[in-house]
Protein backbone atom coordinates (compact mmCIF):
# COMPACT_ATOMS: atom_id res chain seq x y z
CA UNK A 1 0.00 0.00 0.00
CA UNK A 2 0.96 3.73 -0.60
CA UNK A 3 3.48 5.28 2.35
CA UNK A 4 1.77 7.15 4.53
CA UNK A 5 2.83 10.94 5.20
CA UNK A 6 1.78 12.00 8.65
CA UNK A 7 3.07 15.48 8.35
CA UNK A 8 1.55 16.17 4.69
CA UNK A 9 0.20 19.65 3.60
CA UNK A 10 -2.83 17.78 1.97
CA UNK A 11 -4.82 13.83 2.41
CA UNK A 12 -5.68 12.36 -0.97
CA UNK A 13 -8.24 9.63 -0.69
CA UNK A 14 -8.65 7.32 -3.41
CA UNK A 15 -11.60 5.28 -4.29
CA UNK A 16 -11.21 2.31 -6.67
CA UNK A 17 -13.30 1.06 -9.81
CA UNK A 18 -16.25 -1.79 -9.64
CA UNK A 19 -14.68 -4.97 -8.44
CA UNK A 20 -11.35 -3.14 -7.16
CA UNK A 21 -9.89 -2.54 -3.84
CA UNK A 22 -7.33 0.11 -2.58
CA UNK A 23 -4.45 -2.08 -4.26
CA UNK A 24 -5.26 -0.27 -7.13
CA UNK A 25 -3.73 2.72 -5.88
CA UNK A 26 -0.33 1.03 -4.27
CA UNK A 27 2.50 3.11 -4.89
CA UNK A 28 1.04 6.26 -5.67
CA UNK A 29 2.18 7.93 -2.16
CA UNK A 30 5.78 7.68 -2.99
CA UNK A 31 4.95 9.23 -6.11
CA UNK A 32 2.96 11.69 -5.21
CA UNK A 33 5.75 13.23 -3.11
CA UNK A 34 5.68 13.95 1.06
CA UNK A 35 3.52 16.81 0.70
CA UNK A 36 0.53 14.42 -0.09
CA UNK A 37 -1.34 11.72 2.41
CA UNK A 38 -2.75 9.09 -0.22
CA UNK A 39 -4.69 7.54 1.17
CA UNK A 40 -7.09 4.94 -0.87
CA UNK A 41 -10.30 3.80 0.34
CA UNK A 42 -11.66 0.07 0.76
CA UNK A 43 -15.44 -0.70 0.24
CA UNK A 44 -17.49 -2.98 2.63
CA UNK A 45 -16.72 -6.38 0.77
CA UNK A 46 -13.69 -5.05 -1.10
CA UNK A 47 -9.98 -5.51 -0.73
CA UNK A 48 -8.85 -5.38 3.50
CA UNK A 49 -13.05 -5.28 4.00
CA UNK A 50 -13.61 -8.34 1.96
CA UNK A 51 -15.37 -10.36 5.01
CA UNK A 52 -17.95 -7.45 5.15
CA UNK A 53 -20.99 -7.69 3.21
CA UNK A 54 -20.80 -5.53 0.15
CA UNK A 55 -22.77 -2.18 0.26
CA UNK A 56 -26.18 -2.50 -1.92
CA UNK A 57 -27.25 1.35 -1.24
CA UNK A 58 -25.76 4.31 -1.42
CA UNK A 59 -26.73 5.71 1.77
CA UNK A 60 -24.92 2.58 3.86
CA UNK A 61 -21.76 2.65 1.47
CA UNK A 62 -21.38 6.61 2.43
CA UNK A 63 -21.63 5.87 5.59
CA UNK A 64 -19.04 3.09 6.04
CA UNK A 65 -16.39 6.06 3.84
CA UNK A 66 -17.16 8.73 5.96
CA UNK A 67 -16.46 6.21 9.36
CA UNK A 68 -13.15 5.40 7.30
CA UNK A 69 -12.21 9.47 6.70
CA UNK A 70 -13.02 10.47 10.19
CA UNK A 71 -10.88 7.85 11.36
CA UNK A 72 -8.08 8.97 9.65
CA UNK A 73 -8.32 12.60 11.51
CA UNK A 74 -11.13 15.00 12.06
CA UNK A 75 -11.99 16.48 8.34
CA UNK A 76 -11.42 19.78 9.07
CA UNK A 77 -7.92 19.64 10.31
CA UNK A 78 -6.09 18.50 7.11
CA UNK A 79 -7.47 19.73 3.68
CA UNK A 80 -8.34 16.86 1.51
CA UNK A 81 -8.80 15.97 -2.00
CA UNK A 82 -10.90 13.05 -4.05
CA UNK A 83 -9.88 11.06 -6.71
CA UNK A 84 -12.05 7.96 -8.24
CA UNK A 85 -11.77 5.90 -11.60
CA UNK A 86 -14.91 4.67 -12.98
CA UNK A 87 -17.11 4.00 -10.47
CA UNK A 88 -15.09 5.33 -7.83
CA UNK A 89 -15.46 8.40 -9.39
CA UNK A 90 -19.39 8.46 -8.41
CA UNK A 91 -18.64 7.31 -5.07
CA UNK A 92 -16.03 10.42 -4.45
CA UNK A 93 -18.52 12.93 -5.71
CA UNK A 94 -20.95 11.52 -3.16
CA UNK A 95 -18.53 11.26 -0.69
CA UNK A 96 -17.54 15.08 -1.46
CA UNK A 97 -21.68 16.33 -0.89
CA UNK A 98 -21.57 14.15 2.81
CA UNK A 99 -18.53 15.70 4.26
CA UNK A 100 -20.14 19.01 3.13
CA UNK A 101 -22.94 18.21 4.98
CA UNK A 102 -21.69 16.19 8.12
CA UNK A 103 -18.55 18.69 8.61
CA UNK A 104 -19.64 21.86 6.35
CA UNK A 105 -16.13 21.53 4.76
CA UNK A 106 -15.62 20.36 0.65
CA UNK A 107 -12.70 18.50 -0.27
CA UNK A 108 -10.16 21.30 -2.32
CA UNK A 109 -10.56 19.20 -5.36
CA UNK A 110 -12.61 16.28 -7.05
CA UNK A 111 -10.57 14.17 -9.83
CA UNK A 112 -12.96 11.95 -11.52
CA UNK A 113 -11.77 9.05 -14.43
CA UNK A 114 -12.96 7.16 -17.12
CA UNK A 115 -16.75 7.85 -16.12
CA UNK A 116 -19.94 8.57 -17.69
CA UNK A 117 -21.36 12.16 -15.81
CA UNK A 118 -24.18 11.90 -13.47
CA UNK A 119 -26.61 14.29 -16.28
CA UNK A 120 -25.55 11.59 -18.63
CA UNK A 121 -26.38 8.56 -16.94
CA UNK A 122 -29.78 10.00 -16.16
CA UNK A 123 -30.33 10.82 -19.82
CA UNK A 124 -29.46 7.40 -20.53
CA UNK A 125 -32.83 5.62 -19.96
CA UNK A 126 -31.32 2.17 -21.59
CA UNK A 127 -28.95 1.43 -18.93
CA UNK A 128 -29.27 -1.76 -17.72
CA UNK A 129 -30.47 -1.75 -13.86
CA UNK A 130 -30.82 -5.37 -13.17
CA UNK A 131 -27.59 -6.59 -12.11
CA UNK A 132 -28.62 -8.01 -8.48
CA UNK A 133 -30.29 -10.68 -10.16
CA UNK A 134 -29.74 -10.89 -13.73
CA UNK A 135 -27.77 -14.11 -15.16
CA UNK A 136 -23.77 -14.66 -14.41
CA UNK A 137 -23.25 -14.91 -18.06
CA UNK A 138 -24.95 -11.66 -18.71
CA UNK A 139 -22.26 -10.56 -15.94
CA UNK A 140 -18.87 -12.06 -17.59
CA UNK A 141 -19.92 -10.29 -20.82
CA UNK A 142 -20.37 -6.92 -19.27
CA UNK A 143 -17.01 -7.72 -17.70
CA UNK A 144 -15.37 -8.67 -20.93
CA UNK A 145 -16.84 -5.71 -22.41
CA UNK A 146 -14.99 -3.76 -19.53
CA UNK A 147 -11.70 -5.31 -19.88
CA UNK A 148 -9.13 -5.17 -17.52
CA UNK A 149 -10.37 -8.83 -15.78
CA UNK A 150 -8.59 -12.13 -17.22
CA UNK A 151 -10.08 -14.27 -19.89
CA UNK A 152 -8.74 -17.31 -17.48
CA UNK A 153 -10.66 -16.14 -14.89
CA UNK A 154 -13.79 -14.82 -16.20
CA UNK A 155 -13.80 -18.59 -17.12
CA UNK A 156 -12.88 -20.01 -13.19
CA UNK A 157 -16.09 -20.82 -11.89
CA UNK A 158 -14.72 -20.35 -8.24
CA UNK A 159 -12.92 -16.91 -8.94
CA UNK A 160 -16.65 -16.05 -9.66
CA UNK A 161 -18.29 -17.21 -6.84
CA UNK A 162 -15.84 -15.45 -5.25
CA UNK A 163 -16.65 -12.17 -7.21
CA UNK A 164 -19.60 -11.59 -8.45
CA UNK A 165 -21.49 -10.79 -5.18
CA UNK A 166 -19.67 -7.95 -4.73
CA UNK A 167 -19.61 -6.67 -8.62
CA UNK A 168 -23.09 -7.09 -8.48
CA UNK A 169 -23.52 -5.07 -5.75
CA UNK A 170 -21.66 -2.17 -7.51
CA UNK A 171 -22.80 -2.65 -11.11
CA UNK A 172 -25.90 -1.58 -9.15
CA UNK A 173 -24.98 1.09 -6.96
CA UNK A 174 -23.74 2.60 -10.05
CA UNK A 175 -26.96 1.66 -12.53
CA UNK A 176 -28.66 3.64 -9.52
CA UNK A 177 -26.25 6.87 -8.81
CA UNK A 178 -27.91 9.11 -11.02
CA UNK A 179 -31.77 8.72 -9.72
CA UNK A 180 -29.73 9.43 -6.28
CA UNK A 181 -28.40 12.71 -7.90
CA UNK A 182 -31.82 13.77 -9.02
CA UNK A 183 -33.25 13.63 -5.26
CA UNK A 184 -30.48 16.19 -4.79
CA UNK A 185 -31.39 18.34 -7.84
CA UNK A 186 -34.88 18.30 -6.24
CA UNK A 187 -33.65 19.31 -2.47
CA UNK A 188 -31.79 22.19 -4.37
CA UNK A 189 -28.58 20.96 -2.94
CA UNK A 190 -25.84 23.47 -4.37
CA UNK A 191 -23.33 21.32 -6.89
CA UNK A 192 -20.02 21.53 -4.93
CA UNK A 193 -17.57 24.83 -5.57
CA UNK A 194 -14.15 22.97 -5.57
CA UNK A 195 -12.39 22.51 -8.83
CA UNK A 196 -13.58 19.11 -10.93
CA UNK A 197 -10.83 17.25 -13.01
CA UNK A 198 -12.52 14.85 -15.87
CA UNK A 199 -9.80 12.29 -16.95
CA UNK A 200 -11.11 10.41 -19.87
CA UNK A 201 -9.05 7.71 -21.79
CA UNK A 202 -8.05 7.80 -25.64
CA UNK A 203 -9.31 4.09 -26.44
CA UNK A 204 -12.08 3.99 -23.78
CA UNK A 205 -15.71 3.68 -24.91
CA UNK A 206 -16.43 6.30 -21.80
CA UNK A 207 -14.26 8.96 -24.07
CA UNK A 208 -16.31 8.17 -27.49
CA UNK A 209 -19.11 10.74 -26.49
CA UNK A 210 -17.50 13.91 -25.09
CA UNK A 211 -20.44 14.83 -22.94
CA UNK A 212 -19.75 11.58 -20.97
CA UNK A 213 -17.01 13.72 -19.47
CA UNK A 214 -17.85 17.14 -20.34
CA UNK A 215 -20.56 16.92 -18.16
CA UNK A 216 -19.03 16.49 -15.18
CA UNK A 217 -18.89 20.70 -15.20
CA UNK A 218 -22.52 20.54 -14.03
CA UNK A 219 -21.06 18.87 -10.52
CA UNK A 220 -19.64 22.10 -9.06
CA UNK A 221 -19.74 25.78 -9.71
CA UNK A 222 -15.86 26.33 -9.81
CA UNK A 223 -13.19 25.39 -12.15
CA UNK A 224 -13.77 22.73 -14.54
CA UNK A 225 -10.90 20.54 -16.52
CA UNK A 226 -10.38 17.78 -19.12
CA UNK A 227 -7.65 15.65 -19.59
CA UNK A 228 -7.41 12.62 -22.09
CA UNK A 229 -4.61 9.91 -21.21
CA UNK A 230 -3.65 7.00 -23.77
CA UNK A 231 -5.27 3.69 -22.71
CA UNK A 232 -8.53 1.93 -22.60
CA UNK A 233 -10.89 2.31 -19.36
CA UNK A 234 -8.49 1.11 -17.43
CA UNK A 235 -6.03 3.97 -17.80
CA UNK A 236 -5.18 4.32 -14.54
CA UNK A 237 -3.30 1.64 -14.60
CA UNK A 238 -1.43 1.96 -17.94
CA UNK A 239 -1.15 5.71 -17.97
CA UNK A 240 -0.53 5.57 -14.38
CA UNK A 241 2.59 7.88 -14.32
CA UNK A 242 0.98 10.74 -16.29
CA UNK A 243 -2.10 10.80 -14.51
CA UNK A 244 -0.42 11.03 -11.12
CA UNK A 245 1.78 13.84 -12.82
CA UNK A 246 -1.56 15.17 -13.50
CA UNK A 247 -3.09 14.74 -9.99
CA UNK A 248 -0.29 16.55 -8.79
CA UNK A 249 0.12 19.26 -11.10
CA UNK A 250 -3.29 19.85 -10.36
CA UNK A 251 -3.29 20.13 -6.32
CA UNK A 252 -0.09 21.64 -5.69
CA UNK A 253 -1.17 25.35 -6.53
CA UNK A 254 -4.44 24.79 -4.32
CA UNK A 255 -2.06 24.06 -1.22
CA UNK A 256 0.76 26.15 -1.85
CA UNK A 257 -0.44 29.23 -4.32
CA UNK A 258 -4.15 29.54 -3.42
CA UNK A 259 -5.51 31.98 -6.07
CA UNK A 260 -6.64 35.53 -4.26
CA UNK A 261 -10.73 35.36 -3.87
CA UNK A 262 -10.75 37.99 -6.66
CA UNK A 263 -9.22 35.62 -9.06
CA UNK A 264 -11.50 32.66 -7.92
CA UNK A 265 -14.64 34.87 -8.20
CA UNK A 266 -13.58 36.27 -11.48
CA UNK A 267 -13.06 32.21 -12.94
CA UNK A 268 -16.38 31.45 -11.79
CA UNK A 269 -18.02 34.36 -13.39
CA UNK A 270 -16.40 33.10 -16.67
CA UNK A 271 -18.43 29.57 -16.08
CA UNK A 272 -16.74 26.33 -16.62
CA UNK A 273 -13.32 26.23 -17.75
CA UNK A 274 -11.97 23.47 -20.33
CA UNK A 275 -8.79 23.04 -21.37
CA UNK A 276 -6.93 19.05 -23.18
Known amino acids: MSARHDGAALTLYCLPYAGGNAATYR ?22 LRALPACRDWPGLIEALLDAVEANGPPRTRPCALFGHS ?12 L ?10 LGVAACVAPRERELDEARPT ?32 LALPALRADFHLCATQARRARSRETRREPPLSCPVWAFGGTNDSVSERNENLSAWCHETAGVFRQRTLEGGHFFVETARA ?24 ASRARGPLYSD
Open 27 to 48: GWGETLGPWIDCVPLDLPGHGR
Open 100 to 109: RERHGCEPLW
Open 87 to 98: MGALVALELAHA
Open 130 to 161: HWLDCSTAEMVAELRRLGGTAEELLADAEFLD
Open 242 to 265: RLIREIAAALEPLVFAAPPRAALA
